[in-house]
């Protein structure tokens, strides 16, 4: 943390400013660091969390895994257009930049405050809550209603990661790829042990129920879940000015990492479905001693490996998926703040974001603006909450980021595009169809919850405007400079 302060307080007072116009962040990352962050992002509380809340839900495991496939099919469509997307322009920033060349200042803003407020910060608060209570788990005297443990615990690590970043990338690659691997390991083990000992137990993955409006609504609704955990295909994106030669590398990170993520999480959510049959899920949430609801589920994970291993294996277990969830962790906070310095490189967001340190050449500034919003978060939401928050924002734009391939198209066919979407224009369409049914679902049923998203993305609009009116400078450029 001191080092943290120390880079900070040199991007701050460095005289040699690193702005855009005079110094860019190194290409020092490769096709494994790319493929890892990719993997991080995904692989997170969403898989090991939001299958609980599903089949509570829909009350059935098949429905279940049927939603899971339903919103990997999504992934894939998604993966495919924003790997012509980043091909095309291979810069620093993501849907922010796709956004900008697509349909102006304005949506782009609205997309960098929606990843600066939801896009990141949540994902960072749900990661560190959701491994500080797996990690806890050992210790229930320690625990109170409050979760002030639980989140005394997470802001350690998001203080610990966020200073990793700032120290270099060197540091950056070797910690990220080696918890990432672990995460790997460990998920890889857990999956292949609990087929094994959960296969006598097919019978839970034989309980599909008839589809009535209802369901049909509760089903649709369950994928801001899975939409969720999904999150982090474009992760690799954002990275897209420090990854070395990002136009033949991006779409290899990008479908190589979603594709082994999608196999994946179809044998873990089997293993869940093996071990608790979909009455046992809605015996646990119906519990007259149950006071957390829907909640009491979340740690799906940790109630599968009990039924399937036996109590004294839920205890390691557990501190193993609160340890995989530190992957993702990092992962976020190491992509967040690339979206800062894109916007202060457009002058869209304070100019001090754009500055980095002199030693190592990383954003010190913006992460400390992210490390702010991610703590914000992590103090004032309740885990469920934040997902289905987060749900609503991140589905807005990134169906308008993945319509800019039509846009962009049009607009700019001279642009060099080294990998072309597959099945164009079915494909992108695919994916924007999927991902607004999902969300009117959302709005349907949690019509707090998505009001809430919505007016976060709205005050970004006055924001605009005052920002515009405050920098009495010439109006924001069409285009983001190349």
């Known amino acids: 943390m001191v080092a943290m302060m120390s880079e900070f307080n040199d991007a701050i007072e460095s005289g040699e400013a690193t702005t855009v116009e005079k110094e860019s962040m190194p290409a020092e990352f490769g096709l494994a660091m ?10 997170g509380a969403g898989i090991l969390t939001t299958s609980g809340y599903t089949v509570a839900s829909v009350g059935s495991n098949q429905w279940m895994l049927f939603l899971w496939v339903v919103g990997g099919i999504t992934a894939v469509c998604g993966a495919l257009t924003l790997a012509e997307l980043s091909a095309a322009l291979p810069r620093t920033g993501g849907d922010y930049v796709y956004l900008y060349e697509a349909y102006g200042p304005l949506p782009a803003f609205l997309s960098g405050w929606v990843s600066f407020l939801i896009g990141f910060a949540a994902p960072s608060a749900v990661s560190a809550r959701a491994s500080a209570d797996y990690l806890l788990k050992p210790f229930p005297s320690v ?35 080696w918890i ?47 939409y969720y955990a999904y999150t982090g295909w474009n992760a ?18 990008i479908l190589l990492g979603t594709g082994g993520v999608l196999l994946l999480y179809l044998a873990v959510n089997t293993v869940y479905a093996l071990a608790l049959s979909a009455g046992d899920v809605r015996a646990i949430v119906n519990d007259p001693d149950n006071r957390n609801g829907p909640a009491a589920v979340g740690p799906i ?27 993702s962790l990092s992962a976020y906070l190491l992509i967040g703040p690339r979206v800062l310095v894109a916007m202060a490189r457009a002058e869209q967001f304070p100019a001090v974001a754009a500055r980095l340190t002199r030693r190592a050449s990383t954003p010190a500034v913006a992460t400390v603006f992210q490390v702010g919003a991610a703590l914000l978060l992590l103090w004032v939401g309740s885990l469920r909450g934040i ?86 400078r010439k109006p924001a450029p069409d285009r983001l400079i190349d």
């Open 34 to 43: 790319a493929i890892f962050v990719v993997v991080a992002s995904m692989v």
């Open 143 to 177: 625990t109170t209603e409050t979760g002030l443990w639980e989140r005394a615990l997470g802001t350690i690590a998001i203080l610990i990661f966020a200073a990793i970043h700032v120290a270099g990338r060197r540091g950056t690659s070797q910690v990220q790829g």
């Open 180 to 226: 990432t691997v672990v995460k790997l390991i460990a998920l890889g083990a857990f999956a292949v042990a609990g087929l094994a000992a959960g296969w006598p137990h097919a019978a839970n993955l034989a309980d599909r129920t008839p589809v009535d409006g209802p369901l049909a609504v509760s089903m649709l609704f369950s994928l801001v879940y899975i």
């Open 236 to 253: 690799a994106s954002y990275l897209a000015g420090e990854i070395r030669e990002p136009q033949r590398l991006l779409p290899r990170a």
């Open 301 to 327: 994970a940790e109630l599968a490996a009990t039924r399937l291993f036996g109590p004294q294996w839920s205890v390691p277990l557990g501190i193993a998926a609160g340890l995989m969830l530190l992957s």
């Open 387 to 472: 997902i289905e928050y987060a749900g609503i924002g991140l589905s807005i734009f990134s169906m308008l980021a993945m319509s800019s391939i039509y846009v962009l198209r049009w607009r700019r066919p001279e642009l060099p595009r080294p990998f072309r979407t597959p099945g164009y224009p079915v494909t992108p369409a695919l994916y924007l169809i999927l991902t607004g049914l999902m969300t009117l679902a959302v709005f349907s049923q949690r019509p707090d919850v998505s009001a809430y998203g919505v007016l976060s993305i709205l005050a970004g609009v006055p924001v605009y405007y005052l920002w515009q009116l405050g920098r009495r």
